[in-house]
């Protein structure tokens, strides 16, 4: 018998990461009290760099999460964690930098492949 399960591995797939990236941005939201001290390594304001942070770490994974509208979601957070690799973690040595890049890898898949038919997206035929 031949199973094909590369719905239920996208479905793990996002699950897993999109659920442990929410362990890294939840916390964030506490500074949007006084966003003064977030890290800016665009330039772009500390508050500016906060926001994109969540919407990377925290809307766009739970949108993933779920799958819905799950490749457009996966746009910003990869993007949020090439910053990460290369930008915030540029110099650091590859071990610093690990984490970043797996799940840029994990969301780069993500956009590529689509959510799976154990989705909203996959349900409603997209």
């Keep these: 018998m031949n199973k094909n399960f590369t719905d239920l591995a996208l479905a793990i797939l996002r699950i897993g990461f999109s659920g442990m990236m929410l ?3 939840i916390p964030k939201i506490s500074m949007l009290s006084d966003p003064s001290g977030f890290p800016d390594p665009l330039g772009l304001s500390p ?13 766009a994974p739970i949108l993933i ?13 990869a993007i949020t964690m090439l910053v990460a690799a290369f930008v915030v973690h540029g110099a650091d040595p590859l071990a610093k930098k690990e984490m970043a890049l797996l ?16 989705s909203i997206d996959g349900r409603k035929g997209n």
């Design 103 to 118: 799940y840029l890898f994990a969301f780069t898949v993500i956009f590529l492949a689509g959510p799976g038919r154990l």
């Design 47 to 59: 508050t500016v760099s906060l926001v994109l942070t969540l919407i990377g770490e925290v809307v």
């Design 65 to 77: 999460l779920i799958g819905l509208k799950t490749k457009l979601a996966a746009i910003p957070a």
């Design 23 to 25: 362990t890294h941005g």
